[in-house]
């Protein structure tokens, strides 16, 4: 048997392994509802304790239901453009790419340097695949996605990492993103002020990392951190537990489950630049 891949990560950069392993976890367990077994393959090759990952029921059954949230709306977006460009920010080791490539898209994949070599030795990467190491509030990192997609259908995805930036640094990315890709929809995944403040994943904190921006819906979004854009959707995922259990709707709604819950928005950043970004 091969020696397991060695990862030396730290803080936000190590929590990708976290939700590597529920979608993993989840792709083995009695009922699945999304199957991901490039994630459980990844899991078996990559040398790391995943002990608290196991143990995090809260951490793990919100990365299933944000899974479950996010690829209807992915999926709808290709189907809807096709040879669309995908920008996956903050990627981790996430495998979405294996599950709904249409055989069109071209499907970037960016991270932090370390995190982006780390993917590169495991999955490597491809013509209609490519990897972008950079910060997501780098501006220069948009000069990398190739100037005939960036003109194109452009579908950002920001899932699990406006939580571990603050506001200042969520304003810098979504400013980054209008200016360098204007059109672009973009899906970003946020915690509610309360869980961001409150909310404790003992796998996350055992990594040093702490939740820190934390927004109410698009709405907030667009008027505090992402002038320019058009709220165009905000889909809580109590939305996607009550559609896999219809009879919990009633408890949803009179509790304040909606407030805790974290949720996607979709955005849509100006076709045009309008001087909107000025100073973000
Ligand atoms: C919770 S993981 C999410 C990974 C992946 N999206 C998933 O759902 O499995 C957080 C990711 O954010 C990345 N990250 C943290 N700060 C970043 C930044 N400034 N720019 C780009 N990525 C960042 C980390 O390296 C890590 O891969």
């Known amino acids: 048997m091969s020696a397991r891949e060695p990862v030396d990560l730290t803080g936000a950069s190590e929590t990708m392994l976290l939700t590597l392993h529920a979608r993993a976890e989840h792709t083995l367990s009695a009922r699945p509802r999304f199957t991901d077994w490039a994630a459980v393959d990844l899991v078996g090759r990559i ?3 995943f002990t608290s990952a196991g143990r995090d029921r809260l951490m793990s059954d919100g990365v299933v239901l944000r899974t479950l949230t996010l690829d209807p709306l992915v999926a709808g977006y290709l189907a ?7 920008v996956n920010v903050a990627c981790g080791l996430d495998t979405r790419f294996n ?13 932090l340097p370390p995190v982006i070599e780390l993917r590169r030795r495991l999955l490597g990467e491809g ?52 200016r360098g890709l204007p059109g672009a929809t973009v899906l970003v995944e946020v915690m509610s002020p309360l869980f961001a403040r409150y909310g404790r994943e ?35 995922f109590t939305n996607t537990i009550v559609r896999y259990h219809p009879w919990l709707g009633p408890v949803v709604r009179v509790t304040p489950a909606n407030r805790i819950a974290s949720r996607m928005l979709v955005v849509r950043a100006l076709r045009v630049g309008l001087g909107l970004f000025e100073g973000v």
């Open 80 to 86: 809807t453009h096709r040879g669309a460009t995908v």
């Open 47 to 49: 040398d790391y304790d």
């Open 127 to 178: 013509p209609r695949h490519p990897l972008i190491a950079a910060s997501a509030t780098d501006p220069a990192w948009p000069r990398q996605v190739r100037p005939e997609s960036a003109a194109g259908d452009v579908l950002v995805i920001v899932e699990g990492l406006t939580m571990y930036l603050t506001a200042t640094e969520t304003a810098q990315m979504m400013s980054v993103i209008a």
């Open 99 to 111: 599950r709904l490539d249409d055989g069109a898209a071209t499907w970037y994949e960016l991270d």
């Open 202 to 236: 003992r796998s996350v904190v055992g990594t040093g990392s702490r939740f820190s921006y934390g927004c109410s819906g698009a709405a907030e979004l667009c008027r505090t951190v992402a002038p320019g854009y058009t709220a165009l959707h905000d889909i809580p």
